[in-house]
């Protein structure tokens, strides 16, 4: 039952908001907002540097002009991606750093579930920690299990011991011997 219910929303998940769709529009976002700024400092070089020898040699040949766009565009890009993507990309390290926590057992750790529950991220870290949760159940048994079990194990043996030292003195007569 509630496998189908979660079966369910991840179907209901928006194209939009699937991790896919999201980076393409991060991508497009950070290709728009350079260009923009790119020819915003275009245009604040041409009119502060309208008379430079080197601003018109720029504009003069298409092929300069193109390459410098280029680069500017480049460079505003990349820190763009850089910067944003340290936000875009939060909810991964902080499921990689719980999967850490995980790896050294402990088994309490959960991540904090943002606000896009329904598109993929959001279903892996509700997995994630779902998984968590039946990891620290399943470790309890196994302590309560080896606990018992070497309860369990343990009278037997101090009984069998027991009864060995006793065979070893000697001093038993034959009827309790024979019963040890």
């Given at each position: ?105 402990n ?10 529950a ?17 990891l ?12 018992n ?32």
């Amino acid at each position: 039952m509630k496998r189908s219910a979660k079966m369910k929303n991840e179907r209901r998940v928006r194209l939009w908001r699937t991790l896919r769709w999201r980076l393409m529009l991060f991508v497009l976002g950070i290709i728009l907002v350079s260009g923009l700024l790119t020819a915003l400092v275009h245009l604040f070089l041409a009119t502060v540097f309208a008379k430079s020898p080197l601003m018109l040699a720029i504009t003069v040949n298409p092929y300069v002009f193109t390459l410098v766009l280029l680069g500017v565009c480049t460079v505003i890009g990349t820190a763009l991606a850089v910067f944003l993507g340290k936000y875009y990309l939060l909810p991964l390290k902080r499921l990689s750093l719980a999967t850490r926590e995980v790896k050294k057992g402990n088994f309490k750790v959960q991540v904090k579930q943002e606000n896009h529950a329904m598109s993929e991220m959001g279903i892996l870290v509700s997995d994630f920690n779902d998984m968590v949760r039946e990891l620290d159940s399943i470790e309890l048994f196994r302590n309560d299990f080896i606990n018992n079990f070497s309860h369990e194990f343990k009278t037997p043996i101090v009984s069998i011991r027991g009864f060995a030292r006793e065979l070893e003195r000697g001093e038993l007569n034959e009827a309790t011997r024979a019963e040890y």
